[in-house]
């Protein structure tokens, strides 16, 4: 059974840190949450730049699941870098210009 929720969530993270702390050039990695509840799961800032990245356990990325993502974008503008969807399905697409999804095992 592949991983979802928290599970998959942990695992990215893990995965990631262990990135992180092999770099020369440490990256930070934060979440981000807005007053009125807009959370992006994991934010990598590196050389100056910030890349958003949202973990979803489905199988079929739509639209609706980049809402934060580009929330995000809109906030911080030309600091962020496009926004990564990583999900459990198989397809690697651009669900907006800003956008790419991702199946979470290809990226780690």
Request: with cysteine.
């Amino acid at each position: 059974m592949p991983p979802g929720g928290p599970h998959l969530e942990n695992l990215v993270l893990q995965d990631l840190l262990a990135w992180r702390d092999a770099r020369l050039d440490r990256a930070d990695v934060f979440y981000w949450r807005t007053a009125t509840g807009e959370e992006v799961d994991l934010v990598i800032d590196a050389a100056g730049k910030l890349l958003p990245v949202e973990i979803t356990a489905t199988t079929r990325p739509r639209l609706c699941d980049i809402a934060h993502l580009r929330s995000f974008r809109d906030e911080y503008g030309r600091q962020a870098r496009a926004g990564l969807l990583l999900h459990t399905g198989t397809t690697l697409e651009w669900l907006a210009p800003d956008v790419l999804a991702a199946p979470w095992w290809t990226v780690l």
